[in-house]
Nanobody, 124 residues
Framework: QVQLVESGGGLVQAGGSLRLSCTNSGRTFRRYTMGWFRQAPGKEREFVAA????????LYADSVKGRFTISSTNAKNTVLLQMNSLKPEDTAVYYCAARPQAYSDSSQVAYDYWGQGTQVTVSS
């Protein structure tokens, strides 16, 4: 059983930074990818970033490249999302997701496990 719990959301001014954390308190897999998605009010959930432990690769949405950095811990159970130069349009509920596959994927249907989400609000 995979159990994902996000933390680190909050309110920040435009141009500021936040760091989100997602911890998997359940089982992990030899081939394993974790990702971040977000959903703004009235919009569909969209891909933000993903990281593959087995491949050591990362994947980013164009809208966050150069501003957000996804990383993982050696324990293979925590993924971080460092968000810099935040913009009001980054305001959303951010969800952590996991899949027992080697390669990162930007499609939400590719992920089997989801956290409950954490709110990020960026004021102008």
């Amino acid at each position: 059983q995979v159990q994902l719990v996000e933390s680190g959301g909050g309110l920040v001014q435009a141009g500021g930074s936040l760091r989100l954390s997602c911890t998997n308190s359940g089982r992990t897999f030899r081939r394993y990818t974790m990702g971040w998605f977000r959903q703004a009010p009235g919009k569909e959930r969209e891909f933000v970033a993903a990281i593959s432990w087995s491949e050591g690769s990362t994947l980013y949405a164009d809208s966050v490249k150069g501003r957000f950095t996804i990383s993982s811990t050696n324990a293979k159970n925590t993924v971080l999302l460092q968000m810099n130069s935040l913009k009001p349009e980054d305001t959303a509920v951010y969800y952590c997701a996991a899949r027992p596959q080697a390669y990162s994927d930007s499609s939400q249907v590719a992920y089997d496990y989801w956290g409950q989400g954490t709110q990020v609000t960026v004021s102008s």
